[in-house]
């Protein structure tokens, strides 16, 4: 088992974030719970490119202090939605031969979604838990009708294991959960 952090990072982690509070403390607790456990963690920010406010240098394009990466952690930049996108991302991930993701972070509607369906489609057995990722308010939706509509209606049963925060706990502390 793996956990993927993706674009927790300062420019778009802020409290308009659907249910931001109980986000905050479910990503602080599955990154916690997963360093306990021995469970590699990796992170993976977003870059919009030169110019755009949002890639190196600029701050909005640093990892959130709130869910700082500790010496050793893994980082992963890419430039398009999936983390699949950055090739040393996908053959690290190859590499290491184990098929099981728990993916969290930022936005549902974007890089989560485009994420999840990448593993998918490369055989990952990918696990979502409940309240680890969000969005924003778009003008076709509310965040919480769009993580709503992803969580509830678009991964489970197709792309994903769909999880309670308790199941997922528990896969990172190795046990089995039914």
């Known amino acids: ?3 993927l952090v993706i674009d927790v990072q300062k420019g778009i982690t802020d409290e308009e974030l659907y249910a931001y509070d109980s986000f905050v403390a479910n990503v602080k607790t599955l990154i916690e719970t997963a360093r306990k ?11 919009d490119g030169p110019g755009s406010g949002f890639t190196f240098g600029d701050e909005a394009f640093e990892i959130s202090e709130l869910f700082a990466p500790k010496e050793g952690e893994k980082i992963f930049v890419k430039e398009i939605n999936s983390a699949f996108g950055n090739k040393e991302f996908a053959a690290y991930l190859e590499s290491q031969g184990d098929k099981d993701l728990m993916i969290i ?3 549902t509607n974007f890089c989560i979604d485009a994420t999840i369906k990448s593993a998918f489609e490369r055989g990952y057995k990918v696990y979502v838990p409940d309240g680890a990722n969000s969005t924003f308010d778009n003008d076709y939706m509310t965040g919480e009708t769009t993580c709503k509509y992803y969580n509830d209606f678009i991964w489970p049963s197709r792309f994903v294991d769909s999880i309670y925060m308790e199941d997922a706990i528990a896969l990172l502390e190795g046990k089995s959960i039914e």
């Open 1 to 3: 088992m793996k956990l």
């Open 37 to 47: 456990n021995g469970v590699e963690i990796i992170y993976v920010q977003h870059d």
């Open 105 to 107: 972070g930022l936005q």
